[in-house]
């Protein structure tokens, strides 16, 4: 196989862009995903592939919990804040509005649309992690075209 080829082929998979908010005890984080999809109607289930070495993954891992929030095609500001690694000891969500919901995860006041999720499974797949989940609750704050990855110039696959 011809690695560029490849790469080329890959990146053509068609993504949106969203802030995955996260929580374990009384800490918070959130970090920006593009590998997201809806598995099954009944019951409501998404997946989402997670970097198995993020913070967040371990803080999925242990609560069990996150919620997806969907961002409008007028706030690629947001999902670049949220591309960063955690800091040390911090949270990404130190001077953004946010509420903690049903699940006690993170919800972006600045959020088009949210849903809130229980994790149900997780599966190892390479260097990502397969989070399949639940959704619980949803809401929608404003109306707005959703963000792709193809409006922002930015690349994750291949
Ligand atoms: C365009 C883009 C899309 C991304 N999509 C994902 C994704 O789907 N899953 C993932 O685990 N990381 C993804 N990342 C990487 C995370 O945003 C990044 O590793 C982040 O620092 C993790 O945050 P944390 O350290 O607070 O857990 C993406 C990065 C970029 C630049």
């Known amino acids: 196989m011809d690695p560029e080829i490849k790469k080329k082929v890959l990146r053509k998979i068609v993504y949106g862009v969203y802030v995955v908010g996260v929580k374990q005890e009384g800490a918070v984080n959130a970090f920006t995903g593009t590998w997201v999809t809806q598995i099954s109607f ?35 500001g947001i999902a670049q804040h949220f591309l960063k690694p955690a800091p040390a000891g911090g949270s990404k969500l ?37 989070v399949v989940a639940e959704v619980v609750e949803a809401g929608i704050q404003r109306e707005a075209d959703p963000l792709t990855l193809r409006e922002t110039g930015w690349t994750y696959g291949g």
Do not use: W
């Open 94 to 130: 130190e001077g953004i509005r946010y509420r903690l919901g049903k699940v006690g995860a993170p919800i972006l006041e600045e959020a088009a649309a949210y849903a809130e999720c229980e994790v149900r499974q997780i599966h190892p797949a390479g260097d990502h992690a397969l």
């Open 42 to 76: 009944k019951p409501p289930l998404i997946v989402l592939a997670v970097e198995n070495q993020a913070h967040s993954f371990g803080m999925i891992s242990a609560s069990r919990v996150l919620t997806l929030n969907f961002l409008g095609s007028d706030q690629k």
